[in-house]
C-alpha cells in the first residue's frame, strides 16, 4: 500500500527574524495546504531547511507537523543523514511521534559505494517499522543511487516503499521503472517531471510547487490519475514558467519569497542561504502573476 498517491508538499519551514522556528506561520501553511487538496506533507526535507536545524529542532518540527495534521493527511518526516546511526537516530524519533512514513536522503558528502548504500538505507529501514522512500537528489549529495540499488531495496527490505527521484534524468527513472515492474514506489522530486515521470508509472510528486500553487499541483497528478492525460498535460507545461523561476536560485529561496509576495511570509532563511537577488524577484514575480497566483 503506497503512502499516498498524488502531490505531497514539501513543506516550507516558517522562520522568525532571530532564526528560530515560527511554529504559530507553520501552523497557517499546514492548514493552507490542507485546505487546498495537498495529499502529503513531507517535513524537514530539503525545502524545510532541515540541514541548519539543530537535532532537537528537526525532532520539534516534526512532532508540531504531526500534531497539527492530527491524521488528516499523511505526515512524511525528512530523517535523512550523512550518518548512518543519526539517520537511526531521527528516524525512531519521527516513528514514535506518529509519522506515517520517512524520507531518508541518500548519505552526502561521504560518497557511499552503492554496497554502502544498500547496508546505509537497510540498516535504518530495520530500526523501525513505518514505510521508507528512498530521496536520491546526487546534484545535492554528489551520489546516485542506481537503479538496480533502489530495487535491490525495495525488494529485499520490507518497509522501503519506493524512491523521491530527483536525479532529472529520465532516462534512469525509465529503466528504474522497467526494473522495478511495480515493486517500487517512484515520485518526482522535480516539478518540471511531474507527469513525464507519472506516464511511466510513478504516483506523483515531491513538490516545491505546492506550496504556493497546492490545489494547482493536486490537480494536475489527480487528472493523470484519472484519466485525464492531455488535461494533466497541459497544467503541466502551464507551470513551466513558474517552475523555472521557483529555481533560479537555489530552493528554498525563491519559494519562500514567493510565499512572502502572496501575502504568507514564512521569514528568514538561516546562513548560508541569503535573500534572492532582486532581478530574480522580479522574474519569480512576474511568473506568479502569468500564472494566476498573484
Known amino acids: 500500500m503506497s503512502i499516498f498517491k498524488g502531490s505531497g508538499v514539501a513543506i516550507v519551514t516558517p522562520m522568525h527574524e532571530n532564526g528560530e522556528v515560527d511554529f504559530e506561520r507553520f501552523a497557517k501553511q499546514l492548514e493552507f495546504q490542507i485546505a487546498n487538496g495537498t495529499d502529503a506533507i513531507i517535513v524537514c526535507g530539503t525545502t524545510g531547511e532541515a540541514s541548519t536545524l539543530s537535532h532537537e529542532e528537526h525532532l520539534e518540527v516534526i512532532k508540531y507537523c504531526i500534531k497539527t495534521v492530527a491524521g488528516r493527511i499523511p505526515v512524511i518526516a525528512g530523517t535523512g543523514s550523512n550518518c548512518t546511526d543519526t539517520a537511526i537516530y531521527l528516524s525512531k524519533e519521527a516513528e514514535a511521534a506518529g509519522a506515517d512514513g520517512l524520507l531518508v536522503v541518500s548519505p552526502y558528502y561521504n560518497k557511499a ?26 546534484g545535492r549529495t554528489g551520489c546516485n543511487i542506481q537503479p538496480e540499488t ?8 520490507e518497509n522501503i516503499a519506493g524512491v523521491k ?3 532529472g534524468d529520465i532516462k534512469q527513472i525509465t529503466r528504474l521503472a522497467a526494473l522495478a515492474d511495480g515493486c517500487v514506489d517512484i515520485y518526482s522530486g522535480n516539478d518540471h517531471e511531474i507527469v513525464p515521470i507519472m ?15 497546492p490545489a ?53 532563511l538561516r546562513r548560508p542561504l541569503t535573500e534572492m ?6 522574474r519569480l514575480e512576474k511568473a506568479m502573476k502569468e500564472y494566476g497566483i498573484l
Open 165 to 167: 527521484e530527483a536525479s
Open 113 to 138: 559505494t552503492q554496497n554502502g548504500l544498500y547496508a546505509h538505507f537497510k540498516a535504518i529501514a530495520e530500526s523501525v517499522k513505518v514505510p521508507i522512500l528512498l530521496y536520491n537528489i546526487p
Open 150 to 157: 533502489i530495487v535491490r531495496l525495495c525488494t529485499e527490505v
Open 216 to 268: 494547482q499541483t493536486h490537480e494536475m497528478c489527480q487528472k493523470f490519475l484519472d484519466g485525464d492525460i492531455e488535461g494533466s498535460r497541459k497544467m503541466q507545461l502551464e507551470a513551466v514558467e513558474l517552475c523555472d523561476a521557483l529555481f533560479c536560485e537555489v530552493n528554498p529561496i525563491p519559494v519562500k519569497k514567493a510565499l512572502e509576495l502572496m501575502g504568507m511570509d514564512t521569514g528568514t
Open 199 to 213: 506516464s511511466v508509472g510513478g504516483l506523483g510528486v515531491i513538490s516545491v510547487l505546492a506550496n504556493v500553487a
Open 277 to 282: 537577488e532582486p532581478a530574480h524577484v522580479q
